[in-house]
């Protein structure tokens, strides 16, 4: 079974620094392509970044281009995503995913609330 889990959400004040991660069981990080998405109170998911499963490729959404970075332990079968400079915009609920077959997002972990105060 496929089980992704997501922990680290947290209250940061604007300017400050987050890291979430997402722990994969049931498959390999090395192989699935992965993708975070976010949900802000009110509106829809928005997709965040996008990491290869080779690890060669990453792409961010515009809006935390140079802000985010996502990286990976294989070993531990683990996504980090490193959140720099937060924005009031950047609270949300966040999601990993798994790319499916279809380039779909298949698999989803639990989401984790990252909350932006002043």
């Known amino acids: 079974e496929v089980q992704l889990v997501g922990i680290g959400g947290d209250l940061v004040q604007i300017g400050g620094f987050l890291s979430l991660s997402c722990a994969a069981s049931g498959l390999s990080l090395a192989i699935f392509h992965m993708s975070w998405v976010r949900q802000a109170p009110g509106k829809g998911l928005v997709w965040v970044l996008f990491?290869?499963?080779?690890?060669?490729?990453?792409n961010y959404a515009d809006s935390v281009k140079s802000r985010f970075t996502i990286s990976r332990d294989i070993a531990k079968n683990t996504l980090y995503l490193q959140m720099n400079k937060q924005k009031p915009d950047d609270a949300a609920v966040y999601y990993c995913a798994k790319i499916g077959s279809a380039l779909d997002m298949d698999c989803w972990g639990n989401g984790t609330q990252v909350t932006v105060s002043s």
């Open positions: 990491v290869h499963g080779a690890g060669s490729t990453t």
